[in-house]
């Protein structure tokens, strides 16, 4: 998502930078191809024209500064706009002072309601709280199965509605349960329809009376663009909503409704779904999302997803085996292993400053990882700790056994022994050599 936008907006900033001055004609130049790009990517005109009007004002009448030249000035302003509109800071979902804390989650058929309640309870459950899912949906009967069934991947209980045929007599009886048990956290799953109607609105109502929920969450297919926006507004006015979880952010929209919902609603985007793993939910970080869009990268949210899939004993022995410079055909796969939690190498990548506005010019291919790793399980354990024994004949075996051909295996062992050296010299000349390389490798 944000693809398209942040293409645009790096041309832009790219022309700026040929340009010794920003005066007034720069400036509303500049601004009408943002406000173009803003309204291609599905940003509601309203929002594009008030934004673009306020980083006039932050650009007009400010003197230059010397160490910023024009492009640097005008992403300044766009990304501290950018970073306002979406909200400013983060919202973390509510938590009551005392007792249980109800979430209700509301939405159209299709959006991902039910999976969104399974990927909050696994992130609950990972900050060691008690969650009770309830299965309110009575409509579509397969959402008490798929939500059970989340419930036992995630670690959660799961109210028994089997036969209740009453969503409003299912959370009463559920938020007792939950009362009584001493739950931390209490999910409710609505149900949806494919389009908004009075009697949807009726039963979500019921049910919030009876749920007394600390938070309404709208839970949006981000996918749908201005039409998110405009469920929003709806169910903001009908209902009365908290917050938003964005699904499908890891999709090729436009991205338009994620920067207008909170503008529009008044009520912040609190997280965002970025695939179908239940681990795959991200709380919503306003600047984090600013700056990747601008290409700057997301420092903060790599680190976070590092520290969230690699443990610290698998980390320290990356650490040590880097310091002693073994790396082995074995390190190389785990590293690859270990990457691939953290997500798709793109997204990644887009994270690193520096590279996040080069992405779109980068084909990744990610079967290569796959490849790679099935050609060292291909290997017996003495050719992955000694690459040097593997000749022609095992080169063969080797290839026959990963299903790819002998010139992927030839390719791998030319990477690694190129990694290795790397390595090597990255592991000699103690501290202060090392930090002095690892600059000059993260130099771009």
Not at 52 to 60: G, P
Not at 173 to 193: K, M, P, Q, T, W
Not at 373 to 392: F, L, N, Q
Request: proline share 3%; with cysteine.
């Amino acid at each position: 998502m944000f693809d398209g936008l942040k293409e645009r907006l790096g041309g832009i900033f790219k022309d700026l930078r040929s340009r010794g001055v920003l005066g007034e004609k720069e400036v509303d130049s500049a601004l009408r191809e943002i406000r173009l790009a803003l309204l291609e990517a599905d940003v509601n005109f309203r929002v594009a024209r008030d934004l673009v009007a306020k980083i006039r004002e932050d650009l007009l009448g400010v003197e230059r500064v010397a160490h910023l030249d024009p492009s640097q000035q005008v992403i300044k302003a766009v990304q501290g706009r950018l970073t306002e509109l979406m909200g400013a800071k983060s919202a973390p979902l509510e938590r009551a002072s005392s007792g249980v804390t109800t979430v209700m989650l509301v939405g159209l058929q299709g959006s991902g309601k039910t999976t969104t309640a399974g990927k909050i309870a696994l992130k609950l459950k990972s900050k060691g709280l008690r969650v009770l899912l309830v299965p309110a949906d009575v409509a579509r009967p397969a959402a008490i199965t798929q939500l059970k069934r989340l419930a036992e991947q995630t670690g959660a209980d799961a109210f028994d509605s089997e036969g209740m045929t009453s969503p409003v007599e299912i959370v009463r009886r559920a938020a007792e349960r939950a009362r009584l048990e001493h739950f931390d956290y209490c999910i409710v799953d609505s149900a949806g329809r494919l389009h908004i109607d009075d009697a949807l609105m009726d039963e979500l109502k019921e049910m919030k009376e009876a749920a007394r929920p600390d938070e309404v969450l709208l839970v949006a297919d981000a996918m749908t663009g201005q039409e998110a926006v405009n469920l929003g507004s709806a169910f903001s006015d009908r209902i009365g909503i908290t917050g938003v979880v964005l699904t499908k952010l890891d999709g090729d929209a436009r991205g338009g409704g994620a920067l207008s919902l909170r503008s529009v609603t008044g009520v912040p985007v609190k997280m965002v779904g970025a695939g179908e793993k239940l681990d795959a939910l991200e709380e919503f970080h306003p600047e984090r999302m600013a700056s990747r869009i601008l290409g700057m990268g997301d420092v903060m949210s790599l680190i976070e997803k590092a520290e969230t899939a690699i443990s610290p004993d698998d980390a320290q022995s990356m650490v040590e085996s880097l310091g002693k410079g073994t790396f082995t055909l074995v390190t190389m796969k785990e590293q690859i292993l270990q990457m691939r939690k953290m997500g798709s190498m793109g997204d990644v990548l887009s994270m690193i400053p520096g590279l996040g506005n080069k992405m779109p010019d980068v084909d990744i291919d990610e079967t290569e990882l796959t490849r790679t790793v099935a050609i060292i399980d291909s290997m017996t354990p003495a050719e992955r700790t000694k690459p040097e024994i593997i000749k022609g004949s095992r080169r063969k075996r080797i290839a026959a056994g990963s299903g790819t051909r002998v010139q992927d295996v030839n390719r791998l062992l030319k990477q690694f022994t190129q990694t290795q050296k790397l390595m090597k010299q990255f592991s000699k000349g103690g501290k202060k050599k090392q930090m002095q390389r690892m600059r000059q490798m993260l130099n771009f």
